[in-house]
Each structure stands twice: as C-alpha cells, then as structure tokens.
C-alpha cells in the first residue's frame, strides 16, 4: 500500500476554482492507478476523477467533466485535482486514492480534505 496525504481544500465562492493534490509515499508511487473521490453530507462516496500510471488515460465523472482535470507528477510521487467553475454542488469532503493495477478495488485512501462552495 501506499500512504496518501490530500492537501488543498477549503472555502471558494461558486466559479472559483481549486488545486487539490495527494501527496504519495511509501511503494512505487508510478505503478499505482489513482483516484479522486468525494463524500457530500448525507451522501455515498462519488467517485470524481482517475488517472492511469502513464497519466495517457483519465475518466472523469459526468458531473465534473469538463471543469475538472486529473494530472500526475510522478517525479514529485504527487497527484493533482485542479477544479475550475466550482458549484455549491461540489461541496464535499475528497478523497485521495490508490489501486495497484493488478487489484480491482482502491486499497489506499487519504485522510480526505475539506471543499466548500458557497453560493
């Protein structure tokens, strides 16, 4: 597994934008498929964005696409969620996340970060 800390949240006026990043350690950060996902109060975990090792493949929730962008920097072990035209929609606690390529399911999670939108 690796260890995940997401840095980056916090308060922005709706059409604000927002870097969140996940910092990496721990196994070989550029094997790793990861993810970003939110948790809104009152609702299931989302998934919001995922990017392969190369960064050649991304897929992105209906919902944020088009406003959203997955990167990574495996030099800096660091993956990044840049999110522009924020909404009040988009209020929710996001999570890092990190599956290893020969795994189905995300097996290392952050600590999660705080994104609120006001209106």
């Known amino acids: 597994q690796v260890q995940l800390v997401e840095s980056g949240g916090g308060l922005v006026q709706a059409g604000g934008s927002l870097r969140l990043s996940c910092a990496a350690s721990g196994r070989t950060f550029m094997w790793y498929v990861f993810g970003w996902f939110r948790q809104a109060p009152g609702k299931e975990r989302e998934f919001v964005a995922s990017i392969s090792w190369t960064g050649g493949k991304t897929y992105y929730a209906d919902s944020v696409k088009g406003r959203f962008t997955i990167s990574r920097d495996n030099a800096k072990n660091t993956v990044y969620l840049q999110m522009n035209s924020l909404e009040p929609e988009d209020t929710a606690v996001y999570y890092c996340?990190?599956?290893?390529?020969?795994?189905?399911?995300?097996?290392?999670w952050g600590q999660g970060t705080q994104v609120t939108v006001s209106s």
């Open positions: 996340a990190a599956r290893d390529p020969h795994e189905a399911d995300f097996g290392s």
